[in-house]
């Protein structure tokens, strides 16, 4: 089984990548906030609790915006714990983002193997990455109130996988726009433009009707609090072919 994420990895793109970072429009949303510089837990696991978080203050029920950690929780055996960590998790308060990190940390179970879960690390944000957390949430809380409404969360492409690419969840659907979220330090990289690419090129061949009026792709980084921002109308036919056959699996039409 191949993710959106690892097949990415293995493909070589042409120089610059098949859609360069430069092409998105981006607009700065300024708030005056600053973030710590220092965070004492992985990116990783900051991004997945700002993404899981923002989609709970958006009215997404907390078991479903933590399903992927649930599930990985199951498959280890502490499933009883990761409910309890659910049941703390009830706003933006220190204690309910500690828990959404620690819940977090079961992700790597269903994203990557149990093999790469090691129960012995201890998940605990300090100060500084608790802070920057909450930041990041009211960042994206107001990201969506300005581009939203929200039509999709954790959305999956159901009849749009292949025998290439098996698996791979995104993030938000609005009316016209599917958005994903990053907490980098730096804007999108080609290889984020890809991933982007595919889902909508999945997206639309999958079976969902939420993909009917997509019309956009875009970023969202709370972290540098900017939006990224491209119509698909502008992506070169050419470009979309050779992604469809040659990275996702599709038969040549």
Sequence with gaps: MVSVTNRIKQIKQ???GYIKP???????????RDLSESEN????????????LTRIHMGTQPEVAFRISLRGAKIVNRQRHAEELLKGTTGLDDGSIINACQLCGFDVVVRAGSDLYNPQISILPDTQ??????????RGISFIQQYGPITKDGFTFLGGYTDTITSGDGDFLTDDTLWDFKVSKKGPTPQHTLQLLIYYLMGKNSLSPYFK???NIGFFNPRLNK????????????????????VIGYKPK
């Design 14 to 16: 042409p120089r610059g």
């Design 41 to 52: 837990i992985h990116s990783s696991l900051v991004g997945m609790a700002v993404d899981y």
């Design 129 to 138: 990455t608790i802070s920057n957390i909450r930041v990041m949430v009211k």
């Design 227 to 246: 939006v990224y921002l491209l119509s698909t109308s502008e992506i070169p036919i050419a470009i979309t072919s050779q992604v469809q056959t040659e």
């Design 213 to 215: 009026d997509i019309e």
């Design 22 to 32: 430069k092409d998105f429009t981006v607009t700065d949303l300024h708030d005056g």
